[in-house]
């Protein structure tokens, strides 16, 4: 069973505010399968609580006006932000790093959120802080 949606990966309220379509392409609606399938699943099934996508997929003009890098993984559908409801980012990252799941980029983010990315046949396995 899966508990996540392609739509809830390219929901963006920047994106509704300022009236832009985030629609993924057909190679980052790939890539968010794969982010769903070999990671966000993996996590779901593991940590046993729900997942809050805060950001998933960014459109060019969603990720300009967050101010995102420009060689941003959200922009290809690689990269995915969320939270767990009672959990601190640096939890949820140890919990990660000591399972078998397969991850590009792991990082802790302002202490706020979590960020992961998947890079088929290309993953890292970095883990990192920010902020
Ligand atoms: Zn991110």
């Known amino acids: 069973m899966l508990n996540f949606k ?7 309220d920047i994106a509704i505010k300022n009236n832009i379509n985030n629609m993924a392409d057909l ?11 070999y990671c966000l699943q993996p996590i779901r099934n593991l940590i046993k609580k729900p ?6 997929f960014r459109c060019k003009k969603v ?32 919990i990660i790093k000591n399972s078998n ?3 590009d980029q792991l990082i ?12 088929k ?5 970095q883990i990192l802080s920010l902020g």
Do not use: C
């Open 121 to 125: 046949g290309k993953n890292r396995k």
């Open 6 to 12: 392609l739509s809830e990966l390219m929901h963006s």
């Open 63 to 94: 990720n300009e006006l967050i101010k995102g890098a420009l060689n941003s993984q959200h922009l290809v559908g690689e990269a995915a932000d969320f939270k767990i409801k009672g959990m601190k980012p640096a939890e949820i990252i140890k």
């Open 51 to 56: 997942i809050i996508i805060t950001s998933g």
């Open 101 to 103: 799941i397969e991850f």
């Open 27 to 37: 190679n980052s609606l790939d890539n968010m399968l794969n982010l769903i399938f």
């Open 108 to 119: 802790n983010e302002y202490n706020s959120w979590v960020h992961i990315s998947y890079k």
